[in-house]
Nanobody, 124 residues
């Protein structure tokens, strides 16, 4: 499966932004979907995940309460709504797909397919 992320940009501290990821085929039958990010000089880290049906989600502590992940399987899309953005949220954001996922489960590891990344920059 190929993934195309978009929607990144330059925003100010406290602003909101929604980034999107479109898959090349239906991911609802097999894939948990996730968002990860990588800041300059840091390792890539987990941000959020959503299960195959869209009803279960998981978040890193650093974004819990501010970010919301969702998916629209009819559109083969996954979204990350980011509110109350902070300068420390500045990073390249990657969407990812994890195959062989149990329907009800979310995962933080085991992702095999990655999008190209979209830059999110939050100025103070």
């Amino acid at each position: 499966v190929q993934l195309q992320a978009s929607g990144g940009g330059l925003v100010r501290d406290g602003d909101s932004l929604r980034i999107s990821c479109i898959a090349s085929r239906d991911t609802s039958r097999n894939y948990c979907m996730g968002w990860f990010r990588q800041a300059p000089g840091k390792e890539r880290e987990f941000v959020a995940a959503v299960n195959r049906g869209g009803g279960s989600t998981d978040y890193a502590d650093s974004v819990k309460g501010r970010f919301t992940i969702s998916r629209d399987n009819a559109k083969k899309a996954v979204y990350l709504q980011m509110n109350s953005l902070k300068p420390e949220d500045t990073a390249v954001y990657y969407c990812a797909a994890r195959p062989n996922s149990i329907y009800s489960a979310t995962y933080r590891t085991g992702y095999q397919y990655w999008g190209q990344g979209t830059q999110v920059t939050v100025s103070s």
